[in-house]
Every structure is written in structure tokens, then in C-alpha cells.
């Protein structure tokens, strides 16, 4: 079958899902014959040619249209159409990842814990840029430590004085640098990991390969929802625009119908085998 390969691992240890869900964090993770992920050429080409061609009339629309407002509200607005999608996904992930645990057979929801890793691994990377910004602001606001609260601390150990005067300006001097860095590093870091949790769905494939074509359409729902409320981004034509804004919701559930149909007639993958009934 060309373009398609199936890739098979070492089967899971007997025991709990619990327990082969902490296994998960101290052994390399392999996948198990049970839960067996096909990688499909054709699915890969056409996610990516989808991506590419969203990507594209996306930005054809903004060049070719005024923008409906200011341009830093419209960076504002797709900052905070990824935050929603990121919200949306994660929900939705724990959602589907929730049922597939509860509705599958012991042996499978031992082999979907010990797959969780890599799916909250994504998640706790995407927590963790905004929360570096998040304690970077509050250090440099002086909200987190005051010089006085060094100072005063020092004090203890050195008693008071120019030594621990001295003390609480370097530490504070030193923290406020980096604090400046985190911050400058903390913003792209921030987009870029959410980005990337959005494109790979916070790599829930990584627990079945069904469940990104489940979830997508939820996304691309969720944010044409988003976008009839907020307004339209560009000052075209209501033919144009619409058309733009309901394609990209259609399409990706087309993808994902289609990429279940081909996951069940090539690969004989369905929601019943997944959960192991």
C-alpha cells in the first residue's frame, strides 16, 4: 500500500492505567501492537496542503482588503482568537481524551494513560510561557520582591549596613536583568508554542490518531463563532468575505470526514476498534 506504513512497538507491561501512566514518565515511550498508529502519506499531504492554502487566503484577504480597524487591533484580535483556540483545544482535548479513557476496555485505557505524556507534556509548555511573562512583569513591577524585602533579609544574615545594602541592590539588579530577558524571550516563545499546540492539537494523536480529526472541526467551529460576534477583520464584499470565513470551517471538516473514511476503509481504524470494542 503505497504511502502508508504502520508502526508497531513493544506491548504495554501489565498493570493499571495509573500505573502505566507514571511507567510513561520514567521509560521511553513506545508505541504498543494494541494501539497501533498508521502514518498515511496521503493525510499528511493534504493537512499540510490545507494549512498552506488556509495560510495563503488568509493573507491574500488582509493584502487585498482595508483592514476593518487599526492594525494593532487586529493583532490583538488574532492574539486573542489563538488564545481561544488554545482554550478550545485543550477543553476539547480533555474532553475526548476523558471518554476514550471511560468508554474503552481495561487493556486499551491502560495503553491510552501510558500515551498521555506527550499530550500534557505540550500542555505544560504552553502554561509555561505565559507564566514566565506573567512572574517577569510582577518582579519588574516590584510586586513579586521589594529591595526592602532584600534588604531586610540580609539584614538578618549580615546585620545592617552598607554590606547588606549592597547585597539587596545586586540580587535586585540582577533579578530585574533577568527579568527583562524572560520577558523578551517569554513573547515569541508564548505565540510560537501556541501555534504549534494549535497545528498539532496539543498532540492528542499521540493517544489515537482518531482523535485530531474529532477535535479539529470543533476548533474551526468554535472560532467562525468567534469571528461572527467580534466582526469582520477586513473591509471586503459580504460575498468575498463569507465565503472566506465559512471555507475554512467547511473545508477542515471535510478534511476530517474524509480522513476518518480513509482511516476505517484503508486502515480498517474506527471508533470501535479504538476503544477496543
Not at 510513561?24 to 501492537?33: A, D, G, M, N, R
Not at 500534557?120 to 509548555?125: E, F, G, K, R, Y
Request: hydrophobic content about 50%; proline content about 5%.
Amino acid at each position: 500500500m503505497s504511502g502508508t506504513r504502520a508502526v508497531f512497538g513493544s506491548r504495554t507491561d501489565s498493570g493499571g492505567a495509573v500505573k502505566a501512566f507514571f511507567r510513561s514518565w520514567t521509560v521511553e515511550f513506545e508505541y504498543s501492537p494494541m494501539a497501533e498508529h498508521v502514518e498515511d502519506g496521503l493525510i499528511t499531504w493534504m493537512q499540510r496542503a490545507r494549512t498552506v492554502l488556509g495560510l495563503v487566503a488568509a493573507v491574500w484577504l488582509v493584502v487585498a482588503y482595508p483592514l476593518s480597524s487599526g492594525g494593532e487591533e487586529f493583532v490583538l484580535g488574532k492574539l486573542v482568537e489563538l488564545g481561544l483556540a488554545c482554550a478550545v483545544l485543550a477543553l476539547g482535548s480533555l474532553i475526548g481524551i476523558t471518554v476514550f479513557l471511560v468508554a474503552s476496555t481495561p487493556d486499551r485505557r491502560r495503553d491510552f494513560a501510558e500515551r498521555l505524556r506527550r499530550p500534557i507534556s505540550a500542555a505544560l509548555l504552553l502554561v509555561s510561557g505565559p507564566l514566565a511573562l506573567w512572574l517577569s512583569i510582577t518582579t519588574l513591577k516590584g510586586e513579586l520582591i521589594s529591595g526592602g524585602d532584600l534588604k531586610g533579609f540580609f539584614s538578618a544574615i549580615t546585620g545592617p549596613g552598607f554590606i547588606s545594602s549592597a547585597l539587596a541592590f545586586v540580587v535586585l539588579a540582577v533579578g530585574w536583568i533577568a527579568a527583562v530577558i524572560v520577558v523578551i524571550c517569554s513573547v515569541p516563545y508564548t505565540l510560537v508554542s501556541c501555534y504549534a499546540c494549535v497545528f498539532t492539537c496539543l498532540r492528542v494523536a499521540d493517544v489515537h490518531q482518531l482523535l485530531p480529526a474529532l477535535l479539529s472541526p470543533l476548533l474551526v467551529w468554535s472560532l467562525f463563532a468567534f469571528q461572527v460576534f467580534n466582526g469582520p477583520d477586513v473591509a471586503a464584499p459580504p460575498e468575498v468575505l463569507y465565503t472566506f470565513m465559512i471555507g475554512g470551517p467547511l473545508s477542515v471538516t471535510a478534511l476530517s470526514v474524509w480522513e476518518v473514511r480513509r482511516l476505517r476503509a484503508r486502515h480498517g481504524i474506527t471508533l470501535r476498534t479504538a476503544l477496543g470494542r
